[in-house]
Every structure is written in C-alpha cells, then in structure tokens.
C-alpha cells in the first residue's frame, strides 16, 4: 500500500506542535486542534489567520509556542488568539509581496532556458499573468491553484 507523499514543510510544522496539539489544512488556512482529557475526548478547534504554506512555518510554530504557554497557564484557546490577534483576525497572506519577484523570475527563465521572444511573453504571458497577479495580491486571494486558474480563465472563456 503506498503512501501519500506528505511536504517535508507539513512534517516539520506538525512535529512541532506539542502533545495534544495538530494542524492541518482549512481552505488554505492552519487549523489548529487542541485535546484535552482522559484519551483526547474533550478539544477546541480554532482556525488561525495563517496560510498553509511553507513559508508560514516559523510564524506559525512561534504562534503555537505562545499559545501553548498561555493554555498551559489556564487561559482558554479562544482567549490567547484574541490576545494575539484581537478580536477579528485578519488573514495573513502567505508572501503576497513575493509574487511580483516571482514573476520577473519566471520571464527571465523563459527568456534564458525557452529562449521566448518578447511578443511571446507579451501576447502569450503577460494578460494571464497580470490577472493571477491581482488576484494573488487581493485581500482575499484563491485558496489554491485550481481556484486562481478558475479566475484566470473566466476572462478568455474562448481559449
């Protein structure tokens, strides 16, 4: 029976989650899970207002650490988010400022390695691209790469 290949990044981030305590993916969010009790029959399950993605994972570990502390002292789960994030979280974005160097990257190795031209990359890449870029910039950005490609290609429904 094979298994699923699990990311070197999720690993890490769940073998660092003290006794009682997981993450997992939430609609492209870290949830956090905390048992409690004889076995682990009594939990809380908060969702943080951090991506799942590997470049989260020392944000997201520091968190944990804190918020382990804080439930260890007797305060309440819900309570030491508040006090981290207040009362509303807001979604920390997983290197939004990055795509812009991710895509000046990408037509340099076009140009270096598929030797395109610059018609090419302006009438074949860069319409696309620009769109994804919005998007992955927004303050609500796709969850994962099927929703962005969905929100790309509503624009050229013929292609």
Known sequence: MSQSKIPKWVSRLRAACPKGWSVKDSRGSIRLSVRSGAGGKQGVSKTLPIAWAADTVADTVALITRLHGAVESGIDLADALDREFGSVPAAIPASATRWPDLMEKFHDDLITLSRIS?????????????????????????????????EVVKTWPDK
């Open 118 to 150: 610059d018609t090419t990359w302006k009438r074949g890449y860069v319409p696309y691209l620009d769109i994804a870029l919005d998007l992955l910039t927004s303050s609500s950005p796709p969850v994962n790469a099927k929703a962005l490609v969905s």
